[in-house]
Structure formats: structure tokens, C-alpha cells
T-cell receptor, first 111, second 114 residues
Framework: DGGITQSPKYLFRKEGQNVTLSCEQN?????MYWYRQDPGQGLRLIYY???????QKGDIAEGYSVSREKKESFPLTVTSAQKNPTAFYLC??????????FGSGTRLTVV | AQSVSQHNHHVILSEAASLELGCNYS??????LFWYVQYPGQHLQLLLK????DPLVKGIKGFEAEFIKSKFSFNLRKPSVQWSDTAEYFC???WGTGRRALTFGSGTRLQVQP
């Protein structure tokens, strides 16, 4: 079955540490996206990539970094510079329209 | 800035009541419009979408939405809700060309009481 795999499902991080969230897709989609979901705020775009080796900042990129070395992978690093990292993170991919597919998400908690 | 507004944050209905959830977007031009649903503990699922053509769009599970260009609106409707419709509903928009990333509204939590 084709889809998006996000791992881990739950992640705990100590303050001051960087942590990387995995997003892998086997859909052969060109574009990939990272969203952050907070209660009452919907989903906000962190970073996106429309093609391998290229990515762009979204609306709330501060404190995050990404890479897109392979078409199927778009990992997100939450750095220590992110002031409020506790949230639910969703990865998505797209090929054409409407073509959006979402992963099952990673819930990150800072302890 | 391009934005999407959902004015109903929390809606409580009894079973068989009719539902209408509002969605407005901030910027004209070519838009693609979506409604997604997130059931507790589950993935985001696409309910329906509008790209062009008939402004009244029918989706899954008896939902429909109407695109009114003059009002920048894309409201979601269902004539008779069921307890199983309890979920969070998100309106989303993409504009013309460019990043093609979905811009989401803040969501509406629907609670249907039996």
C-alpha cells in the first residue's frame, strides 16, 4: 500500500535538545510539506519542498530545519531555538491536484 | 496575507439536526477549496473539494459545500448529522500557482449528542 509513514508516533524531548521527525513516502510524489497542529489554531505550514534538493520556508519556519536529499524522504528537525515545540506534527505529500496525502503524525512533547 | 477563517470553533448539535460550518478566505483569484475531517485519533481525511465547475460540491458521508465567489466563502453543510460525525473539521485553500500548500482554517470541533 502506498502512503506516508511518520515516525515515531510519540516523541519526548528534553529542553535544549534537537530532535528529528521522520517522514517517508512511497507514492512517488514530488512535493512534500510539514505542518504543525495546535489546539484551536488549525494546521500551520512549517516548510515545504516541491522537488528534491529544494525546500522553502512556510509560515512558521523559525526554530525548524529540513532536508530533501531523496524524493521519498523529508525529515524535520526541531531545534533548541524553537521556543514552544510541544505540538502535533503532520507530514503531507502531493502530486498534482488534489493529490494531498497526509501521514498519521508525530506528537512531540518537551519534558 | 492569505488566510482562511472558520468562525465556528465549537458546535454542539443533537442527532438529526442540520449542520452548516462557515469558511471564508481572504484573497481572490484562482482558488482550490477543500474540507477535511479529523476523527479522534485518526488521519486527516478529505471530505470534498472544489476546483472548478458546479459551485455545489458533494462529498463523502452526505456532506456538501457551496462555493460563493462573491462572498469568498465555502460553507460545509449536512442535512442531518449523526453521532459518528463527531470530529474536527478543517477548511483549507490553495491559491493559484506557487507553493500549492494548503492554508488551513483553525478548525471547528463538532460534537453530536445522541
Amino acid at each position: 500500500d502506498g502512503g506516508i509513514t511518520q515516525s515515531p508516533k510519540y516523541l519526548f524531548r528534553k529542553e535544549g535538545q534537537n530532535v528529528t521527525l521522520s517522514c517517508e513516502q512511497n507514492l512517488n510524489h514530488d512535493a512534500m510539506y510539514w505542518y504543525r497542529q495546535d489546539p484551536g489554531q488549525g494546521l500551520r505550514l512549517i516548510y515545504y519542498s516541491q522537488i528534491v534538493n529544494d525546500f522553502q520556508k512556510g509560515d512558521i519556519a523559525e526554530g525548524y530545519s529540513v532536508s530533501r536529499e531523496k524524493k521519498e524522504s523529508f525529515p524535520l528537525t526541531v531545534t533548541s531555538a524553537q521556543k514552544n515545540p510541544t505540538a502535533f506534527y503532520l507530514c503531507a505529500s502531493r502530486m498534482g491536484d488534489p493529490g494531498y496525502t497526509f501521514g498519521s503524525g508525530t506528537r512531540l512533547t518537551v519534558v | 496575507a492569505q488566510s482562511v477563517s472558520q468562525h465556528n470553533h465549537h458546535v454542539i448539535l443533537s442527532e438529526a439536526a442540520s449542520l452548516e460550518l462557515g469558511c471564508n478566505y481572504s484573497y481572490g483569484g484562482t482558488v482550490n477549496l477543500f474540507w477535511y475531517v479529523q476523527y479522534p485519533g485518526q488521519h486527516l481525511q478529505l471530505l470534498l473539494k472544489y476546483f472548478s465547475g458546479d459551485p455545489l460540491v458533494k462529498g463523502i458521508k452526505g456532506f456538501e459545500a457551496e462555493f460563493i465567489k462573491s462572498k469568498f466563502s465555502f460553507n460545509l453543510r449536512k442535512p442531518s448529522v449523526q453521532w459518528s460525525d463527531t470530529a474536527e473539521y478543517f477548511c483549507a485553500v490553495t491559491w493559484g500557482t506557487g507553493r500549492r500548500a494548503l492554508t488551513f482554517g483553525s478548525g471547528t470541533r463538532l460534537q453530536v449528542q445522541p
